[in-house]
């Protein structure tokens, strides 16, 4: 499927959905609130997958984020989702699926002028495969301790994506 194909769910400010509109159409300097998701990925021993963007992806090119996001397709449930883009983008399977920030929603804009605008729930999974990274989607990645990212992000935010900033702080302050 290209990115002509691939179609988002367009919301209202609540949250409701009130369309779809093709993936490549709807990023733009002026990007409509859509639904997407984001995972942060576990190995077996505990420690979490960070990958650093394509040098070719449209926004945020080359910083790092968290394991892998996506947009469920129309009438897509959450769990078959992340299990897609999971394969597609990363080569695994993932278990243990638990939604961590189900109300976590940003708005950011890339140096090149292009917005995201998302309602966004945040998951937490795992996998025990061994990462075939789609290179369109991930230039390299890296399996480290939570706590080296959190130092990470805080020492060098601008290295990282917007959304995983914002999600560190709110996954810190559920902690808390």
């Keep these: 499927m290209t ?7 367009l919301l209202d400010d609540d949250g409701t959905p009130i369309g779809t509109a093709p993936k490549a159409t709807v990023h733009d300097e002026d990007t409509r609130l859509h639904l997407a998701f984001s995972c ?3 190995d077996a021993d505990g420690r979490l997958l960070v ?13 790092w984020t968290n394991s892998f996001c996506g947009h469920p397709a ?8 992340i299990a897609r883009r999971a394969n597609d983008e990363l ?8 939604l961590v920030l189900p109300d976590f929603r940003y708005r950011a804009t890339d140096a ?9 729930p945040v998951y937490a999974a795992v996998t025990l495969d061994e990462v075939q990274a789609d290179p369109d989607e991930v230039a390299e990645y890296r ?10 992000a805080s ?9 995983l900033n914002l999600q560190l702080a709110e996954l810190a302050a559920a902690r808390a």
Excluded at 112 to 120: A, F, L, M
Excluded at 155 to 163: E, G, I, K, L, N
């Design 112 to 120: 090149s002028g292009v917005v995201e605008n998302e309602i966004c």
């Design 51 to 63: 990958t650093r963007r394509a040098l070719s992806k449209r926004t945020w090119p080359g910083v």
């Design 40 to 42: 942060h990925l576990r």
């Design 155 to 163: 020492m060098a935010p601008w290295a990282f994506s917007p959304w």
């Design 3 to 9: 990115d002509m194909d691939e179609r988002v769910v």
């Design 143 to 152: 399996w480290i301790e939570s706590d080296d990212l959190e130092v990470a």
């Design 91 to 98: 080569g695994v399977t993932v278990t243990d699926l638990r």
């Design 74 to 81: 129309p009438g897509e449930d959450m769990a078959t989702a």
